[in-house]
Every structure is written in structure tokens, then in C-alpha cells.
């Protein structure tokens, strides 16, 4: 059984300059199966956390992200894969109280600026790339096979 993940780095971590350094970090451990770059729309930010929309900070959650270039990745790996790259590779997200060595720890500039959203279950990660991904075509992995020549 296998699962995917919805990865997407924020936009001061794109202006930075630090959004393949963070994919990286967790494609060194799963594939990536599709990646794009793009500007976040209202309808769409909105519509990704729409069970935010009673909570204090969802207006400066859609403001901080309309409008501006994000790094959306899908990965894909085993059962369980999901709750590895949230625990051990993104951290908590407030940085401040994330492990040192997470990516909210060493990317995150706060609360929402922590650097990276990444779907929290199997069925949010579903419901999110139909979201960002919509009919695009994800590529399946297929290890590569490697001859070598002795």
C-alpha cells in the first residue's frame, strides 16, 4: 500500500531561495511524482483550508499566501510515510518548537511563515492535490535500473 504526501513550500521560503534545498530534504527519502511552480490563487488557498475559516488566523493565512509563488510537490512512498515526513522531516509548526534539524526549525521564520505546509493524512493529502494538482498528471515512480560496466 502506498501513499502520497502534498508538500508546498511558502512563498518567503521561495523568495529566499530555499525551496529545492527543502523538497530535497525530503526527496532523499521519497520520489517526488509531480512539482510545480505557481502562484496562489484566493479561490485556492481558500478552498485548501477551508476548515481554518472560523479560526483567528485564516485571514492572515490567505493573505500571507494569495498572490504569490509557492512550490507544490506531491511524493509518494509506504504506508505510513505520511506521519515520518510531518514528525521527523517538517517539525511543529510553530518553528520555535520545532526539533533543531526539522525544516520548520531551520527554514521557518514563525507562525504562519514556518516554510512548509504538508497534508496531515492520507485523506487531507487526497483532498489537497485534487486541489493543487486538479487533472494534472502525476508520474508514477519507477525505480531506475542501473547496468554497470566492470
Not at 46 to 53: G, I, L, P, T, V
Not at 67 to 90: T, W
Amino acid at each position: 500500500m502506498t501513499e502520497q504526501i502534498l508538500v508546498f513550500v511558502k512563498p518567503h521560503a521561495v523568495k529566499d531561495a530555499k525551496a529545492f534545498e527543502i523538497l530535497g530534504r525530503i526527496e532523499s527519502y521519497f520520489p517526488i511524482v509531480g512539482v510545480k511552480i505557481m502562484e496562489a490563487t484566493n479561490l485556492l488557498v481558500r478552498a485548501h483550508y477551508s476548515e481554518h475559516q472560523d479560526k483567528p488566523f485564516f485571514l492572515d493565512l490567505i493573505d500571507q499566501l494569495v498572490g504569490q509563488l509557492v512550490v507544490a510537490a506531491v511524493f509518494e512512498g509506504p504506508e505510513g510515510m505520511i506521519k515520518m515526513i510531518r514528525e521527523d522531516l517538517v517539525g511543529a509548526t510553530n518553528p520555535a518548537e520545532a526539533k533543531q534539524g526539522t525544516i520548520r526549525h531551520d527554514f521557518g521564520e514563525g507562525t504562519p511563515d514556518n516554510a512548509i505546509h504538508a497534508s496531515d493524512s492520507p485523506e487531507s493529502a487526497r483532498r489537497e492535490i485534487s486541489f493543487w494538482f486538479g487533472s494534472d498528471r502525476l508520474v508514477p515512480y519507477r525505480p531506475r535500473v542501473i547496468d554497470h560496466v566492470i
